[in-house]
């Protein structure tokens, strides 16, 4: 949960084909065996489970030990982080296994999939489930998590924000992405689509106050599907990453406890 986000494009989407040499290279297996076993399923290029283990328990019994973490890691990101299909690990996952930069894509299957749903009045989220349970926990207070009885259901029901554990000294590096590119605010390229996120509303949980209502401005929002992008916000989220704005409290101020009326 405190991996950093990295400051290069991540995941987009757009990527080409899936290649062998590369995949074979972060794996440290062979190019050919690589070539022969990507497969489509579901008009979608990957691996499947049962080459990567075979792989794996190889690995494993031969002493090829970066192999076999590489390879464990990859299906971690197909089975846990990035699921689509039983038993295959598709491309999606993949190529975002490849660019060692999952943390935005986390992010954005996370709020695109609560956004989405909020919409529709309806759904299942569709992210990875452990990390949006750990990310909730952390900001509630311990006796919210103990064995007392209650139905939880009402005790967080019952959370005022004064109970909230907002700041959380261990993930703080100083600065924070503020913006990127021709955006005021972070887009998120996820598997199934994108939305932008406003940081501005989170500086609460880095211990800087907001005094006064955000202008609109940075407060907008940009929601799409992948396959009703007619207004090709994909390739301007990628290419907003080339260009990352940081702030840290040189420009934010101040550090305070304090809550103005503004925020609440």
């Not at 489509?40 to 328990?57: C, E, I, M, N």
């Not at 006064?212 to 401005?217: E, N, R, S, T, V």
């Not at 101020?253 to 103005?260: E, P, T």
Request: with cysteine.
């Amino acid at each position: 949960m405190g991996r950093p986000v990295l400051e290069e494009v991540p995941f987009s989407g757009l990527k080409e084909a899936l290649n062998a040499s590369a995949i074979a290279k972060a794996l440290d297996l062979k190019t050919p065996k690589i070539a022969a076993s990507i497969t489509p399923k579901a008009k979608v290029q990957g691996l499947t489970s049962k080459f990567l283990l075979s792989k794996a328990y190889t690995c494993a019994s031969t002493n090829q030990t970066c192999a076999f973490e590489s390879i464990l890691a990859l299906l971690i990101y197909g089975f846990v982080l990035f699921p689509n299909i039983n038993g295959f690990v598709d491309a999606n996952a993949i190529h975002i296994f490849l660019t060692k930069n999952p943390v935005p894509t986390l992010l954005a299957n996370t709020y695109h999939s609560i956004h989405n749903g909020t919409m529709k009045q309806d759904g299942t989220i569709l992210c990875c489930a452990p990390l949006l349970y750990k990310w909730y926990t952390m900001h509630l207070p311990q006796s919210y998590l103990s064995k007392e009885k209650g139905v939880y259901s009402e005790k967080i029901m019952a959370l005022t924000p004064a109970e909230i554990v907002w700041y959380i000294s261990a993930y703080d590096s100083g600065t924070i992405i503020d913006s990127c590119g021709e955006f005021n605010n972070e887009p998120f390229i996820g598997v199934h689509g994108g939305i932008n996120y406003n940081p501005i509303l989170s500086r609460r949980q880095f211990k800087y106050p907001v005094k006064g209502k955000p202008c609109d401005i940075v407060l907008e929002g940009i929601f799409y599907h992948n396959h009703s992008d007619n207004q090709c916000m994909r390739q301007r989220f990628a290419e907003a990453w080339k260009t990352v704005h940081k702030k840290d409290n040189n420009q934010l101020g101040r550090k305070s406890d304090y809550v103005h009326e503004a925020y609440t």
